[in-house]
């Protein structure tokens, strides 16, 4: 294999019709591309009837029970509702360890990471990275951070 290594460092660029990469302000310059790999894509799709035609579809939003008559039999179809994407470059440090601990497969690691709010992401470098960076969970710092998501939720409610 020939890596250039140089070019994994690269994120975005702009190109011309054949694929060499240019000055964005080169006149042959015709593509703009882009290349996250520490990115989490995650798409929201509706699944659910989907009428083609306008007044049914104005009546379907309108009544439930309309909805329920006009979909009847029909097919539901996907829709999309929101694509988004997470970029977990700061924390490969700490996916790196959440895997070498073997408490977590690379999928698994980069999911938790990603979707993690701020202070379970510190929590999880401190646990991961020896303590070197973050805060303990339950600490003051995390206490006050007093961010949530559905890794730290759970825990709140129990303490009610
Ligand atoms: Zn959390």
Not at 90 to 116: H, P, R
Request: a negative charge.
């Amino acid at each position: 294999m020939n890596i250039d290594y140089k070019k994994l460092e690269m994120k975005c660029w702009f190109e011309d019709e054949n694929g060499n990469i240019v000055e964005k302000d080169d006149p042959r310059a015709c593509f703009y591309r882009n290349c996250f790999p520490l990115q989490l894509h995650e798409c929201l799709d509706e699944y659910c009837y989907h009428p083609k035609n306008p007044i049914v579809k104005f009546l379907c939003r309108k009544s439930e029970t309309l909805y329920k008559l006009f979909s009847r039999g029909k097919d539901k179809t996907f829709k999309s509702i929101f694509d988004c994407t997470t970029t977990y470059m700061s924390g490969s440090d700490c996916i790196v360890a959440m895997v070498n601990s073997g408490d977590f497969t690379l999928e698994q690691a980069i999911w938790v990471y990603a979707k993690s709010c701020e202070r379970c992401m510190n929590a999880l470098c401190y646990k991961y990275l020896d303590g070197k960076e973050g805060y303990p969970e339950y600490s003051e710092e995390w206490e006050k951070a007093n961010t949530v998501c559905d890794f730290c939720r759970e825990m709140d409610s129990h303490k009610c």
